[in-house]
């Protein structure tokens, strides 16, 4: 048990608990409304704790600060109150095991589910540990509510002992991570950091500094329509065709399921429409630009190709930019991944940066000018329903918190190039 375990139970059982599932087809900001009502529960309980300068943006990231004890940088960490929208998300259930015994978990609501320390060795040694999972016909939402309890729990040990000697902080909880859109353009001056973290890593130990860079793709097909009885020679169908750009696009080397370390996707995540009309969505991995730019081609060319055996269609094809890979610019000053790692250290923990498969805040943050890591927080087995976090897991995240704000209480641990605020 560490002085942080209880604490960390309550607040993610009460956090996950709120449905606060992004929806990346709606256009409003957050996305979702229901992401509002956690986003304002967050907002009063930092006011209650005693921060400063708690608000809500009209963007709808809570923003607070924890004044400073002793001069150093000022460090901003992050995280995001969404819900991936891949599984279900609404009405979560946390269901809490205590003193994990190493067996096999199973689920109330789906008897046939289980969780299993064979198939997921990480689980296997968390015997004894408070194990909290979701009750088996949704996502839990520790990605990234485990990051929000384990901030809300530093912020709140930080302000209750102000003889921790740390510098200015500053505290947002965004929305939208999990479709793109958490970091709005205005944030990083609300923000107003030197560096920050992300708390949206899994295993303990987890500094990451290196992301996927993304895109994402939209391809339209519009057929032609007519009365099936009268189609002869007339009709387009739209679903062959958009059927045909899923087949001729690389399956056995370039998708989620195939592909594994530094190699990158392409990934089909949803498809609508009917004979008229098929809307495909792509995500686009790869960590290299180079290797992202070639999918896109990819992409293109399938479509053209499609196109040609088919010239009574119109199909488009639009690759937006989401986020680059963090490493472009982290590796130009690596001090806040140094100071992760030797605050790591200072509670007995062994780092361990490995690329991210996949991206955070952090990667769009980085990337508008506020060099911004991610840490760990215990999570497990996300989007979808075997997902779990070990509440000891989380409470030495909440150690590594603590650890870092003082490791970097001295002027000479800001980023170079970066002036006093």
């Not at 947002?172 to 107003?192: H, Q, S």
Request: aromatic share 6%; net charge negative; proline share 7%.
């Amino acid at each position: 048990m560490t002085p942080f375990d209880a604490e960390l139970e309550a607040r993610l059982t009460r956090y996950a608990a709120l449905d606060s599932q992004s929806d990346a087809a709606s256009p409003s900001a957050p996305s979702t409304q229901v992401q509002w009502g956690i986003l304002r529960l967050l907002a009063d309980e930092l006011t209650q704790i005693g921060a400063a300068e708690v608000r809500v943006t009209d963007y709808g990231t809570v923003l607070a600060t924890i004044p400073g004890t002793a001069p150093g940088p000022t460090i901003g960490f992050l995280a995001h109150v969404d819900t991936a929208p891949q599984f279900n998300a609404t009405g979560v259930k946390p269901r809490v095991i205590h003193g994990y015994n190493g067996g096999d978990i199973t689920f109330p609501d789906a008897p046939g589910l289980i969780l299993s320390p064979a198939a997921f060795p990480y689980l296997a040694s968390k015997q004894g540990h408070t194990i909290i999972t979701a009750s088996g016909t949704t996502l839990l939402g520790a990605d990234d509510k485990a990051g929000v309890a384990i901030i809300m729990t530093a912020a709140r040990h930080l302000l209750e002992t102000p003889q921790i000697p740390h510098g200015p902080i500053r505290i947002a909880f965004t929305p939208d991570e999990e479709i793109g859109r958490g970091v709005d353009k205005r944030l990083p001056a609300d923000l107003a950091a030197d560096f920050a973290y992300t708390f949206d890593g899994g295993a303990v130990g987890e500094v990451e500094y290196e992301s996927f860079s993304a895109d994402g793709a939209v391809v339209k097909i519009t057929g032609v329509s007519i009365h099936p009885g009268t189609a002869y020679g007339r009709m387009v169908n739209a679903i062959p065709l958009a059927a045909k750009i899923i087949a001729a696009l690389p399956q056995s080397t370039m998708t989620p399921e195939t592909t594994q370390d530094r190699e990158g996707f392409i990934h089909a995540t949803d498809m609508t429409g009917g004979a008229a009309e098929m809307t495909l969505h792509f995500i686009l991995r790869d960590f290299e630009r180079d290797g992202l730019a070639q999918k896109g081609e990819i992409l293109r060319h399938v479509c053209a190709a499609v196109q040609a055996t088919e010239p009574r269609a119109q199909i488009t094809c639009t690759i937006t930019p989401q986020y680059r890979n963090m490493r472009y610019w982290l590796e130009n000053d690596m001090t806040p991944v140094t100071l992760a790692r030797a605050a790591c250290a200072r509670i007995g923990v062994a780092p361990v940066s490995v690329p991210i498969r996949g991206g955070t805040d952090g990667s769009r943050l980085t990337e508008m000018g506020i060099p911004c890591p991610n840490l760990f927080t215990g999570m497990q087995n996300i989007h979808g329903p075997l997902e779990w976090v070990s509440v000891q897991d989380m409470a030495k995240a909440t150690e590594l918190f603590l650890a870092l704000v003082q490791e970097a209480a001295s002027e000479d641990s800001r980023p170079a190039g970066r002036a006093a605020r």
